[in-house]
């Protein structure tokens, strides 16, 4: 008996809730659209280089792609699960334009 008058001393403020499931549906929208432009992103890197496009989406996979694509020893996708040094590990790997060679252009 002590539960109905603590419901019937509840607040019925709507303009709160509605705001509040306005402002989270807003910041869903805001995140599926950052998410499905980092896809297709990625993808056309897979696909510039050469891998199936649909490899950016399965989780553990992608990285051992990205490590073939960065030139890096396919195990390295083990270093990615050890914490701190997964950061030394994607750092390496996204410079990787740094260790090819640069072709040389000459115009004659």
């Known amino acids: 008996m002590t539960m109905i008058p603590a419901l019937l001393l509840q607040d019925d403020n709507t303009g709160a809730t509605v705001a509040a499931a306005l402002g989270g549906t807003m910041m869903l929208i805001v995140c599926l659209v950052i998410a499905v432009v980092m896809l297709v992103g990625l993808w056309k890197v897979f696909v510039k280089a050469g891998q199936p496009g649909w490899a950016c ?39 990787m334009e740094k260790d090819k060679p640069k072709k040389e252009h000459r115009s004659q």
């Open 57 to 95: 989406i399965v989780p553990i996979y992608n990285i051992y792609i990205l490590m073939k694509i960065a030139g890096k020893p396919g195990w390295w996708v083990v270093l990615y699960f050890i914490p701190f040094v997964n950061m030394g590990v994607g750092d390496s790997s996204w410079y």
